[in-house]
Each structure stands twice: as C-alpha cells, then as structure tokens.
C-alpha cells in the first residue's frame, strides 16, 4: 500500500526512516525478453533457457539493469509526494546486485530516506533503495538513488 505524504517539506523531518514498501513485482522471461532488445544485451544466461538450466544459477536470470530500471515502478507504489508536480531522476551513487534474479521471481523495493536538501521550488534527496526477492535471503539490488522533486 502507498504511503503518501502531504508535503515534499514533511520528509525532511524523516531522514534515516523508511519511506515505504512496494508491491511485488513478477520478472517473467517476456520482461527479460523486452529488456534484452531494448538494450541489446542478449547474453545466454538471460535468453537461452537450454543454456541457463545447466549455468551457475539453473536458470535464466533478469538483467542487473532490467532490476534498477524497476526503481520507478517501485518507487510509486511505496510512497507519493502530494505538493509535487514533477520529479526528476538526478542519479545514483551507489548500485550493488548482491543476488541474482532467476525468471519468475517476485521483487520489491524498501525505500529508506538517506538525506534532504531543500531546493528553491523543491527538494533533492537520497534514497537507499533495498530490493529484495520474495524467499531470498539476500537483497537482489541496493542503490543509493538521488531525485528532485518540485511543487
């Protein structure tokens, strides 16, 4: 469930607390698929079942980057930001895959405000953004995500 804040203003107050949980997110081999020709990383162990079933991890895996590119759709399920009217990715300080994610794994993301700097007209901030995969005993992901958020 989202959780939602009134004002950018508000999340000052809660550095170093989670900000929210996301949903859970299936990874099919279709999600793998589109990713693989979006970005033309078509490595076997992405694509080649036959391969992958006999590879280290018995199976295809998602794309490391196909994992952050889902920070988004995470990010909007676990929290929102009513007073804003946009917001824009300004990047990452720190991206890890500790874990892989086999096709057909459920992902989902904690977000955990690291730092608040106001802005004229808005707010930058730091979130550490926690993936993790349903039954995994490691994070699939950890990413230090700075964004801009404006009202």
């Known amino acids: 469930m989202t959780k939602t804040f009134e004002k950018i203003t508000d999340l000052q107050a809660l550095v170093g607390q989670e900000l929210g949980v996301s949903d859970w997110i299936t990874i099919d081999q279709e999600r793998i698929n589109l990713f693989a020709e979006a970005t033309g990383d078509r490595q076997w162990i992405h694509l080649d079942a036959a391969r992958a079933a006999q590879g280290p991890f018995g199976t295809t895996i998602a794309h490391g980057f196909l994992t952050l590119s889902l920070l ?14 946009m917001g824009v990715n300004y990047g990452l300080n720190k991206v890890r895959f500790p874990s892989p994610v086999p096709v057909n794994s459920k992902v989902r993301g904690r977000f955990k405000l690291v ?4 802005l004229e007209g808005g707010a930058q901030m730091t979130v550490e953004a926690t993936m993790e995969r349903e039954g995994g005993t490691k994070p699939v992901c950890v990413a230090e995500s700075l964004s801009r958020r404006y009202w």
């Open 72 to 85: 988004p759709e995470m990010t909007a399920s676990a929290f929102s930001v009513k007073d804003t009217r």
């Open 115 to 118: 730092a608040y700097e106001p």
